[in-house]
């Protein structure tokens, strides 16, 4: 594989892997609904700052990765399946009907609609750079070998930034469109998708684990001493 087509290969399973985490379909509405009064020019200010504060958290997550696994002593296996997980049970909440849920997210946009500056928090975190999104951030450092492989991966963050962007812009017109049986319609869609990645991250962990050489060498010692 060249070079070219590896840093491309990088830059698709970012934006792909982030994608449906972040879901800028699913927070559009409550986007609107903690913006809910302001001008078009505050809630454009708001989704640009957002988004950038989004950048700023997943950036410094992957670089600062690698040092907190190696901090921990966190192996790439582990934070596979680990993250893998996570992404798991996030994708299945996703499908699940939360109705539960509803009163909860409501006085969390009540809070939301009382601060000044929303930016921050709630949209850049939890609403784009949750936990998901950071563990998914987090596991694509076992697939950096060089310095050109983190623009690769930070260019998809950029990507997927851009796009959310131009989503909370268009927001109000896309909720109009698609209504909430559309959004909630693509939220599970999104949601088997995280699922899907979350299983593979188990399974590659799962096979990173049992293909590890010293592994592999110390069944063979045993099964030679016997």
């Known amino acids: 594989m060249s070079n070219v087509t590896h840093l491309w290969a990088i830059f698709l ?10 879901n800028p379909l699913a927070s559009a509405p409550t986007f609107l609904a903690i913006t809910e009064g302001d001008s078009d020019e505050r809630r454009r200010e708001q989704a640009r700052k957002g988004c950038f ?6 950036v410094s997550s992957l670089i600062g990765g690698t040092f907190i696994m190696n901090f921990f002593g966190i192996s790439i296996p582990g934070l596979r399946i680990a993250g893998g997980i996570l992404m798991t049970g996030i994708g299945m909440s996703m499908l699940a009907t939360q109705r539960s849920a509803a009163n909860h997210d409501d006085e969390e946009r009540e809070a939301a609609r ?8 709630p949209l850049a975190m939890p609403m784009l750079s949750g936990p998901g999104s950071i563990a998914v951030t987090l596991g694509f ?6 310095w050109t492989d983190y623009f ?15 989503t909370l812009r268009l927001s109000g017109k896309i909720v109009g469109l698609i209504g909430p049986v559309g959004v909630n319609a693509m ?4 949601g088997f998708l995280i699922m899907c990645i979350g299983v593979q991250f188990v399974v590659n962990g799962v096979l990173g684990i049992a293909t590890d050489p010293e592994l592999l060498r110390g069944i063979k010692d045993v099964l030679a001493a016997h």
């Open 13 to 22: 399973g970012t934006f792909i892997g982030l994608l449906p985490i972040i």
């Open 53 to 58: 504060y989004m950048v700023a958290i997943l």
């Open 114 to 121: 009382r601060k000044i500056d929303i930016s921050f928090s």
């Open 141 to 146: 450092t076992s697939l950096a070998t060089n």
């Open 152 to 166: 690769a991966i930070i260019a998809g963050i950029v990507c997927v930034a851009l796009l959310t962007y131009a």
């Open 187 to 190: 939220t599970k869609i999104m």
